[in-house]
């Protein structure tokens, strides 16, 4: 195979902006965790100074493959499961827009217009190719398609602060929505037409995201944890039992970048534990919020460290 720079930003692939979705996430969770228990060191700075370097570095690179490999990005948009990660770009940027909030109102709002813009776009453009194209099959189904649709949910959590609050709920409303239709297809799917395939099979911890992300944004529209928000709460939880005993079927499998869907889910069920702590000050979501900070840290340190070893391996970018 031919390995020149040139072949490798080829395929440069869009998934990278999950690590921007980790990283963003990982960054909230420490800053919640530092003004909730007033921790004597800081972290969330660096790691926003972190996340947004690297959004910068990734976002240049993969300018420059459309740039020069224009009908290699046209694929990626239109293929049937690669384009579901396309829209990891404007979440990015809508986490990026959370993280900046308390450091510069104007550059939230900055980033959080134009992320919400963006996948509000990508959201319809999506859902118009699922409704008109033949080329969508049963077997390109997996959680990876919550990305686009129900990532809109995420948009209310920054956006009550930059938006009217009509604008926010029109974001919650269609994540809240087709966050069931999906999941129920998404289980018909795993259950009766076979096991998602290694490189998909990290995705399914973003069954834990859509819960996680609606409890919080719910949060920040009505400022209470009433039964609607904790049935959020507790389904993410039980997602997130449901997927770490299932921890002999990830640690088989070999090194993708699809590893990082471990990482947001991770981070947004550990903010809403945080949360619930803060609104219901039970001893019992303190301990839980302590150890899944703990372990969402180590698995995205666990994936940074792993994903430069596979950076310096040339196992990454390169052709499917």
């Given amino acids: ?40 060191v800081r972290v969330s700075p660096y790691l926003l100074g972190l996340s947004t370097g690297l959004f910068l570095a990734l976002g ?28 990891t770009f404007s979440i990015a940027l809508i986490l990026l827009s959370i993280g900046w909030l308390p450091w510069s109102e104007s550059y939230s709002k900055l980033l959080w217009t134009l992320g919400a813009a ?14 008109h194209q033949p080329k969508f099959e049963l077997l390109h189904l997996n959680p990876a398609w919550f990305i686009p649709v129900v990532g809109n949910v995420l ?25 069931p239709v999906l999941l129920a297809i998404i289980f018909n799917r795993v259950i009766f037409h076979g096991s998602l ?40 939880l039980f997602f997130t039992l449901l997927v770490l005993v299932q921890w002999r079927w990830f640690l088989r499998i070999r090194f993708f970048l699809s590893r990082w869907a471990y990482s947001f889910p991770l981070a947004a069920v550990t903010l809403a534990t945080l949360a619930m702590y803060r609104s219901t000050p039970n001893p019992g ?10 372990i969402t840290t180590a698995v995205i340190a666990g ?18």
């Avoid at 963006?118 to 409704?131: G, K």
Wanted: hydrophobic share 60%.
């Fill in 1 to 40: 195979m031919n390995d020149t720079p040139v072949s490798r930003l080829q395929h440069f692939p869009i998934a990278w902006f999950a690590m921007i979705m980790g990283l963003g996430g990982l960054t909230l969770a420490w800053a919640r965790a530092e003004a909730l228990f007033a921790l004597p």
């Fill in 60 to 87: 240049a690179a993969y300018a420059l493959k459309v740039f020069r490999h224009r009908a290699a990005a046209a694929e990626e948009w239109n293929h049937p499961v690669k384009m579901s990660f396309v829209p």
């Fill in 118 to 131: 963006l996948h509000l776009m990508l959201t319809l453009h999506i859902l118009t190719q699922w409704i």
């Fill in 155 to 179: 948009a209310p959590i920054a956006g009550v602060h930059h938006a009217p609050l009509e604008v926010s709920l029109f974001f919650f409303s269609i994540g809240i929505v087709f966050w």
């Fill in 197 to 236: 395939p290694d490189r998909l099979l990290p995705t399914l911890f973003i069954l834990i995201a859509p819960p996680a992300v609606g409890f919080l944004a719910y949060l920040s529209l009505t400022g209470e944890v009433d039964a609607f928000a904790r049935v959020l709460y507790f389904i993410a």
């Fill in 285 to 294: 979501f303190l301990i839980l919020s302590g150890a899944l900070l703990g």
């Fill in 303 to 320: 994936l940074f460290a792993r994903t430069l070893v596979s950076v310096a391996r040339k196992e990454i970018c390169a052709e499917d």
